[in-house]
T-cell receptor
Framework: AQKVTQAQTEISVVEKEDVTLDCVYETRDTTYYLFWYKQPPSGELVFLIRRNSFDEQNEISGRYSWNFQKSTSSFNFTITASQVVDSAVYFCALSETGSGWSYQLTFGKGTKLSVIP | NAGVTQTPKFQVLKTGQSMTLQCAQDMNHNSMYWYRQDPGMGLRLIYYSASEGTTDKGEVPNGYNVSRLNKREFSLRLESAAPSQTSVYFC?????????????FGPGTRLTVT
């Protein structure tokens, strides 16, 4: 069963629009961690945020914000006033405890965001 | 401070050839990982090393072997390359102390098997 679902395969927005990338996860653990990564066209993976399951406060970092809702098993990512430099593939990932921390990340398939000038 | 480095950046192999992908990190991280990225598939874990001296299989280990040479270095070997192993390979490392921390990724190796 897919544990991290990013239903939006590709999104296109016009520069300065706001955009939300969806992430839905599945786990039986009560303690887990969620992550977002960015992969720009150059190919490297850039860490954006880590959030544990006990912290449901929304996070804001500049134009980026994250909405974590345990009730819907979602960890959505919003970019405000998008810019061309935001064009990238964005990955959501999950790390579960299971019988002990294995420190593995399970990635979603990614959402490709294109910001059109 | 180079972070995570990988060599080579590009490689073309013929079916049946072998090669080793090298990875090194200078962040004093305990854990290291090898992923492959295929179009539309996200990243899938091949092998990981939770700490020096240990290695474990991930989601897609068949056709690969790994060696954790020391705390800094973690290599991935393809003994007999197959076209299905055409992919981009990423090495990553992370701190490990009681909870999962973020992983830092190398620049990737683009491998083509003909």
């Amino acid at each position: 069963a897919q544990k991290v679902t990013q239903a939006q395969t590709e999104i296109s927005v016009v520069e300065k629009e706001d955009v939300t990338l969806d992430c839905v996860y599945e786990t039986r653990d009560t303690t887990y961690y969620l992550f977002w990564y960015k992969q720009p066209p150059s190919g490297e993976l850039v860490f954006l945020i880590r959030r544990n399951s006990f912290d449901e406060q929304n996070e804001i970092s500049g134009r980026y914000s994250w909405n974590f809702q345990k009730s819907t098993s979602s960890f959505n990512f919003t970019i405000t006033a998008s810019q061309v430099v935001d064009s990238a593939v964005y990955f959501c990932a999950l790390s579960e405890t299971g019988s002990g921390w294995s420190y593995q990340l399970t990635f979603g398939k990614g959402t490709k965001l294109s910001v059109i000038p | 401070n180079a972070g995570v480095t990988q060599t080579p950046k590009f490689q073309v192999l013929k079916t049946g050839q072998s090669m080793t992908l090298q990875c090194a990190q200078d962040m004093n991280h305990n854990s290291m990982y090898w992923y492959r990225q295929d179009p539309g598939m996200g990243l899938r874990l091949i092998y990981y090393s939770a700490s020096e001296g240990t290695t474990d299989k991930g989601e897609v280990p068949n056709g690969y072997n790994v060696s954790r040479l020391n705390k800094r270095e973690f290599s991935l070997r393809l003994e007999s390359a197959a076209p299905s192993q055409t992919s981009v390979y990423f090495c990553a490392s992370s701190y490990r102390e009681g909870q999962p921390y973020e992983q830092y990724f190398g620049p990737g190796t683009r491998l083509t098997v003909t």
